[in-house]
């Protein structure tokens, strides 16, 4: 396709715009960091919750981006939502790669609340009322096993982190981290039975 003008990029649509950018276009690039930046650097402030490494979080989404550009399929994705996708994989990468200490409830209800997240698109109310309400049954449910077992299965599940990493991240053997991640699990298992006997809500 010949590469278009975008001095007035308001007026190119989302479609155009990546593939313009897929192609090294030097205004397209300017014009499509302008038109996402927002919405790139909010999401990555809501997980990180550090200004700064939402930053350069926002830097590196839109270096990934331009490198996955020239594959971007708009049948399977808006733009937006192709590139928010790219921006929660990045914040969580960045969150992990920061955790020098074993993981805190607010570190923990990051991972949570980012994971469960169905659509990183724009927030609707109801989603996000869902999201909360979801986040605080997990934390609740992690919060009654031992703390060790906590982190591990947090890790494991919500933050993607290998047993291999979460032995370095808690300063223990393989086999440990292991253990912690079946345990926990057992235990989330056993009281989600024992809540099903009782016929009680989920906490």
Known sequence: MDVVLFSRANQVDDVTLVAAFALGDEQASVAFVRRFQDSVYGLALSVTREPALAEDVSQEVFVRAWRAAGSYDPRRASVLTWLLTITRNAAIDAVRARRATPATDATLERLIYVALRSDPGPDDPEQRALTTLESERALRRLRALPPEQARAVALAVFGGCTAAEIGRQENIPV?????????????????????????????
Request: overall charge positive; charged content about 50%.
């Open 175 to 203: 086999g440990t981290a292991k253990t912690r991640i079946r345990g926990g699990l057992r235990r989330l298992r056993d009281s989600l039975k024992e809540e099903r006997r009782d016929g009680s809500p989920p906490r």
